[in-house]
């Protein structure tokens, strides 16, 4: 019987002509490069045994499960657990770090780096998603694997939860590229991280990653 895995997949490229961080915004779709990559991500696991596909409910996570359902005859469920965490510097145009302290107006927002003041608390974000990797376990048919399409910031404190690491960590330091695939396997009554790949590297060079909040 083939281990039961849990695969956490990030999307791909989006189409981000303003280059601002947009989080949940409505209407962030793929780029044509991010429908490869989305592409190169659901041929990493051919002949796996993928049965069960949940994906974030962003356009960007839907369009990028859609080569799962295609290749493995899948429905994609929707889980809200997997949802891009909120943010307050969305809609803005610059990235996380020392430049925000040059905008006094983003003052409130950084008290406290470490929960974070800006948005959703990571403890918040590592429950809802372990949460979720919980229960597509719990649903998945034995010998079968689940695919879990989400967002850099959520797989992140997954891979930090497991790995018993802090959750606060330096934004610019995931290791979470475009449609990578995090693997996870059930030891005991925990989960454990058994792989990390990058399907789509060969495409990484010509990508832009700049929204993720």
């Known amino acids: 019987m083939v281990a039961r895995q849990i695969h956490l997949v990030r999307h791909g490229e989006v189409h981000n002509p303003e280059g601002v961080l947009y989080g949940r915004i409505p209407g962030y779709h793929l780029s044509e490069l991010g429908h490869r990559m989305a592409a190169n991500a659901a041929e990493a696991l051919d002949g796996r045994p ?20 295609k290749k493995f005859g899948l429905d994609i469920q929707t889980d809200d657990r997997l949802i891009e965490p909120t943010n307050k510097f969305e809609g803005k ?3 996380f770090g020392p430049q925000v ?3 006094p107006e983003s003052w409130p927002w950084i008290t406290n780096p470490f ?3 800006w948005g959703e608390p990571f403890v918040s974000i590592a429950a809802r998603m372990l949460a979720a990797v919980e229960d597509a376990w719990q649903a998945t048919e034995d010998g079968g694997e689940a695919v879990l399409v989400s967002h850099q910031l959520p797989i992140w404190m997954v891979h930090r939860s497991v790995t018993d690491k802090k959750l ?20 005991g009554t925990v989960f454990a991280e058994v792989n990390y790949q990058d399907p789509a590297r060969d495409l990484l060079a010509a990508s832009v990653d700049f929204g993720a909040v």
């Open 93 to 95: 145009k610059f990235e």
């Open 168 to 187: 606060y960590h330096d934004p610019r330091r995931r290791r979470c590229n475009l449609s990578s695939i995090t693997t996870l396997t059930r030891q």
């Open 101 to 103: 302290l040059t905008r």
């Open 50 to 69: 993928i049965t069960t596909l949940y994906a974030s409910p962003l356009q960007r996570a839907q369009e990028s499960a859609a080569p799962w359902a």
């Open 115 to 117: 929960k974070p003041s």
